[in-house]
């Protein structure tokens, strides 16, 4: 069975403070490995999708990095716009487009 | 365009009623889903559309009926549930086999209050 457990739980950071959230996994075949953000009371937002070991993406503040066992979304400078919950998930090969969650990391950036 | 659309965005409804949930998405997206999520926790799949076939249930109650009458519309519907069904109910599409980019995307939610 699949499993995805993240770390921290919660996360709070002064702005500017630089940091990672982890994300370790366990998958029969891994297809796609994906990062949300989440509002309180909205849905998830897409992020970023990583595919094969080695691989990362960035978008402005964020950067995602991926290795066979686990996956770390880096946050540079973090804003108090950055604070909401950090969603990973996993889609395994022959899942049939499941995505497998995460607990998330709940992160607060304070002035 | 990465738009998912579900209405309405708040629901209450009594133990007996019957109601609808419907979600939209114009990206030519062939996998559509439903999730449902409780306060803190992560969101947990319910049902997966490909190519406007049900090819995932996960064992959720027959008091939610889901319908995908064509590629941009899913839609589901409730009877007869119970209060612990209160969650915020997402849908979710993405693109399909054999396509790479699988990301699914998701509406803003529909909050249902089961009294």
């Known amino acids: 069975e699949d499993q995805v457990t993240q770390s921290p739980e919660a996360l709070r950071l002064q702005e500017g403070e630089s940091s990672s959230l982890n994300c370790s996994y366990t998958v029969s075949g891994l297809r796609g490995l994906f990062w949300y953000r989440q509002d309180p009371g909205k849905g998830p937002e897409f992020l970023f999708t990583?595919?094969?070991?080695?691989e990362e993406k960035e978008k402005e503040r964020l950067k995602a990095t991926l290795t066979k066992k686990e996956s770390f979304l880096h946050i540079t400078a973090p804003k108090p716009e950055d604070s909401a919950t950090y969603l990973c998930a996993v889609q395994a090969w022959g899942g049939g487009n499941k995505l497998t969650f995460g607990t998330g990391t709940q992160l607060k950036v304070e002035l | 365009d990465t738009e998912v659309t579900q209405t309405p965005k708040h629901l209450v409804m009594g133990m007996t009623n019957k109601k609808s949930l419907k979600c939209e998405q114009h990206?030519?997206?062939?996998?559509m889903y439903w999730y449902k999520q409780k306060a803190k926790k992560p969101p947990e799949l319910m049902f997966v559309y490909s190519y406007e076939k049900l090819s995932i249930n996960e064992s959720v109650p027959s008091r939610f009926s889901p319908e995908c009458p064509n590629s941009s519309l899913l839609n589901l519907h409730l009877h007869a549930l119970q209060p612990e069904d209160s969650a915020l109910y997402l849908c979710?599409?993405?693109?399909?086999?054999?396509?790479?980019?699988?990301?699914?995307?998701f509406g803003q939610g529909t909050r249902l209050t089961v009294v």
């Open positions: 990206m030519g997206h062939r996998a």
């Open positions: 979710a599409s993405s693109q399909d086999a054999p396509v790479m980019n699988t990301e699914a995307f």
């Open positions: 990583l595919y094969s070991a080695g």
